[in-house]
C-alpha cells in the first residue's frame, strides 16, 4: 500500500517545512544539504534523485509538490520527466538478474503514486506532447509486468485526460463571452442607453448577487494550476544565459483570465452607477453594491469585494458629489477601511487568516469560502521570488527558498477546491459575464452628463470627449 498524503495545507507547518521530514544525522547527504533535519539546498541532480522513489524510499509529498513547483524555473517539465525516466530505467536495469519481476513488484506502485500525484496536481504540464509521450512509456513499463497495474494507469490516464478536456472546454467558454460581450459593447454604443437592463432588474437582491459573484470567482480560481504562480515570473536560468526555461511552457492563462474577471467586475459597478440619468437612481444602485459588497465579506469573497470597492473608487464615480450626498455612507466606509491598503493591508490580512481559520474548522462548504484578494496574492509570491536568489553561491538550488513558496501556493491549492454551495442562476451569471460596460471615456462622459464639470481640468476633458 502506498503511503496516504494528508491534504495540503495541513502538510506545511507554520514554518513552512515539515519538521519530521529528514531524518538525517549527517548534515550533507548525497548532494542535499540539511540543518535540523530540514532541506536547504542541494545540487539539481541530488534533487531530482530524492525525487524518484526506490525499494526502500518514497519522496515525501511536501517535497514532490516543492519540487514539481519549483524545478520549472530550472528546466521544462518534460525534461524532469524525461529524468525521471531515465532513473527509473536504470534502477531496474542495475537491479540483480532474476529479481526483476520482484524488483517490479515492489517499486511500480510507487512509480505509480508519484505519477499520480503529479498528474493531478499539475495536470497542464502535460498539455505537451513530450510530456504526454514520456508518461506512456513509463506506464507501458510498469504494466508490462503486471495485469493489476494496467486498471491503475488506465485510470490515472483517464482523469488526466478528463481533466484537459475540462481546461479546453472551459478557455472555448472564456472565449465566447468575450466575443459577445464585445458585440454588445458595440449595440451600447450606437443605440440610446435606455435599452440597456440594469443590475437592481436584473437581481434585486444583494444576497443573491454576492453568492453568483462567488460561483464565478471559484469557478476561476479552480482552474488555474499552480504552476502558473511561478510561470508569471519568468526568469532565465542564470547558470545557462541563452536558455530562457520558460520558451514554449505556457500552456494555459487562467490566470491571466481571472486578473481580467477583476478589472471587469470594477468596471461593471462604475457603469452600473454611472449610466441612470437621475441622481436618486444612481444612489440607490451606489447603496446596493455597498449591500454586495457587505456579503462578500461575510461570504469569504474578498476578491469580489475589492473588485467592488475598486469600482465605487473610480474618479468617474467618485466626482459625483451630489449623488454620493444622497447615500448612508457608514457601512461603505467599515468596507473601506477593510480593505485599506496601508500597513501592507493589514485589516485585509487579519481578515483574511480570520476566514481561513474558519475554513479549517469548517463543517460545510459555506464556511470553507476563501478566495483572497488575487493581486495581492500574485504580489505576494511575486515579491517572494523576487527577494530571494534560486540559487545559493555554490551553484546549489536554494531550496529553503522553495519551500516559502510552495506554503503559499499551496494555502491556494486548499482554497480553489471548494465547491459552491450556492445555488446558480443562469440569468444572472449571464448578465454580470457578458453585459457590455463602458471605457474610461465613456464613464466620464456619463458622469459629467449626470452632474457636470466643477473645474478647468474636468471642462477641457468634456470638451474633447464631446
Same mark, same amino acid.
Request: overall charge neutral; aromatic content about 12%; glycine content about 2%.
Given at each position: 500500500?502506498m ?5 495540503? /495545507? ?9 519538521r ?69 530505467? #536504470?534502477?531496474q536495469?542495475?537491479? #540483480?538478474?532474476?529479481l526483476?519481476?520482484?524488483?517490479m ?23 505537451? #506532447?513530450?510530456?504526454?509521450? %514520456?508518461? !506512456?512509456?513509463l ?7 503486471? *495485469?493489476?497495474?494496467? !486498471? ?12 484537459? /478536456? ?12 468575450? /466575443? ?8 451600447? !454604443? ?31 480560481l %479552480? ?33 491571466? =483570465?481571472?486578473? @481580467?474577471?477583476f ?6 459597478? /462604475? ?9 436618486? $437612481? ?10 454586495? =459588497? ?57 481578515a ?43 551553484? $546549489? ?13 499551496? #494555502?491556494?491549492?486548499?482554497w480553489?477546491?471548494? @465547491? ?33 464639470? *466643477? ?12
Open positions: 500500500k503511503p496516504q498524503t494528508p491534504p495540503f /495545507a495541513a502538510v506545511f507547518d507554520s514554518s513552512g517545512y515539515n519530521n521530514l529528514y531524518q538525517s544525522k549527517e548534515d550533507n547527504c548525497g548532494g542535499l544539504y540539511y540543518h535540523d533535519n530540514n532541506l536547504l539546498s542541494g545540487s539539481l541532480e541530488a534533487l531530482i534523485q530524492h525525487l524518484v522513489p526506490n525499494v526502500d524510499y518514497y519522496p515525501d509529498r511536501t517535497y514532490i509538490f516543492t519540487f514539481l513547483l519549483s524545478s520549472r524555473l530550472f528546466m521544462h517539465p518534460y525534461e524532469l520527466m524525461a529524468k525521471v525516466c531515465h532513473l527509473c530505467t #536504470e534502477q536495469r542495475l537491479s #540483480e538478474p532474476g526483476d519481476k520482484n524488483w513488484q515492489k517499486i511500480a506502485p510507487k512509480i505509480l503514486q508519484l505519477l499520480t500525484e503529479w498528474t493531478e496536481t499539475f495536470p497542464y504540464d502535460f498539455r505537451d #506532447e513530450r510530456m504526454m509521450r %514520456n508518461l !506512456k512509456e506506464a507501458q513499463r510498469i504494466t508490462s509486468g503486471d *495485469e493489476m497495474y494496467r !486498471k491503475n494507469v488506465q485510470q490515472l490516464l483517464q482523469n488526466l485526460i478528463r481533466k484537459l /478536456a475540462a481546461v479546453s472546454q472551459y478557455e472555448e467558454v472564456l472565449a465566447k463571452i468575450d /466575443a459577445t460581450s464585445a458585440d454588445r459593447l458595440t449595440v451600447l !454604443k450606437t443605440k440610446p442607453q435606455s435599452i440597456q437592463r440594469d443590475i437592481i432588474t436584473v437581481c434585486n437582491d444583494p444576497y443573491v448577487l454576492a453568492q453568483q459573484l462567488t460561483h464565478i470567482e471559484l469557478e476561476r %479552480n482552474y488555474i494550476g499552480p504552476e502558473e504562480f511561478i510561470q508569471a515570473f519568468v526568469q532565465k536560468d542564470p547558470l545557462n544565459n541563452d536558455k530562457s526555461c520558460y520558451g514554449d511552457q505556457k500552456k494555459t492563462r487562467n490566470l491571466e =483570465a481571472y486578473v @481580467e474577471w478589472n471587469r467586475l470594477s468596471y461593471l459597478v /462604475a457603469t452600473e452607477i454611472c449610466m441612470p440619468v437621475k441622481k436618486k $437612481h444612481r444612489a440607490r444602485v451606489i447603496e446596493y453594491f455597498i449591500d454586495v =459588497a457587505r456579503e462578500c465579506f461575510n461570504i469569504g469573497n474578498f476578491n469580489s469585494l475589492m473588485a467592488i470597492i475598486s469600482g465605487m473608487n473610480m474618479s468617474p464615480v467618485s466626482r459625483l458629489k451630489k449623488t454620493w450626498a444622497k447615500v448612508k455612507t457608514a457601512k461603505f466606509y467599515i468596507l473601506e477601511h477593510q480593505m485599506d491598503p496601508s500597513s501592507n493591508f493589514y485589516n485585509y490580512r487579519t483574511l487568516r480570520g476566514a481561513t481559520q474558519r475554513s479549517l474548522t469548517a463543517h460545510s462548504n459555506r464556511e470553507k469560502i476563501v478566495i483572497p484578494f488575487f493581486s495581492l496574492l500574485i504580489k505576494d509570491i511575486y515579491f517572494l521570488n523576487e527577494g530571494c536568489a534560486n540559487r545559493l553561491p555554490n551553484g $546549489h538550488v536554494n531550496f529553503e527558498k522553495f519551500w516559502e513558496l510552495a506554503k503559499q501556493v499551496s #494555502e491556494f491549492m486548499t480553489k477546491q471548494v @465547491e459552491c454551495p450556492f445555488e446558480r442562476d443562469w440569468k444572472i451569471l449571464q448578465y454580470l459575464l457578458t453585459v457590455p460596460v463602458f471605457s474610461d471615456d465613456a464613464l466620464y462622459l456619463a458622469s459629467y452628463e449626470s452632474e457636470s464639470p *466643477e473645474n478647468h481640468v474636468e471642462k477641457d476633458r468634456w470638451k474633447t470627449l464631446r
